[in-house]
């Protein structure tokens, strides 16, 4: 089994800062794929970025230029960097690893609210 341990949310002011992390245990296969995904009320949920165990990185347009995504695959963690917040970022994060073997494995973490409000 594995588990995904989330940490970092909370209240921030538009145009400040927050850094989300996420760390992975269990039976994870090396060649994986990373990602937060968030969901706001009344909204579906959405992929905000991607990382391979490679290092190749993928965002959703809205936190281009705003968000880094990055990784460390000893430790099986995986960090956004949040700059330049905007009340439309408030949601509830949910950090997420995936691999294809035989099947396709996905795995959630607990999320974590982040709210952007002056």
């Known amino acids: 089994q594995v588990q995904l341990v989330e940490s970092g949310g909370g209240l921030v002011q538009p145009g400040g800062s927050l850094r989300l992390s996420c760390a992975a245990s269990g039976s994870i296969f090396r060649l994986n794929t990373m990602a937060w995904h968030r969901q706001a009320p009344g909204k579906e949920r959405e992929l905000v970025a991607s990382?391979?165990?490679?290092?190749?990185?993928n965002y959703v347009d809205s936190v281009k230029g705003r968000f880094t995504i990055s990784r460390d695959n000893a430790k099986n963690t995986v960090l956004l960097q949040m700059n330049s917040l905007k009340p439309g970022d408030t949601a509830v994060y949910y950090c997420?690893?995936?691999?294809?073997?035989?099947?396709?494995?996905?795995?959630w973490g607990q999320g974590t609210q982040v709210t952007v409000s002056s």
């Open positions: 997420n690893i995936n691999w294809r073997m035989s099947m396709m494995y996905n795995y």
């Open positions: 990382i391979t165990s490679g290092g190749s990185t």
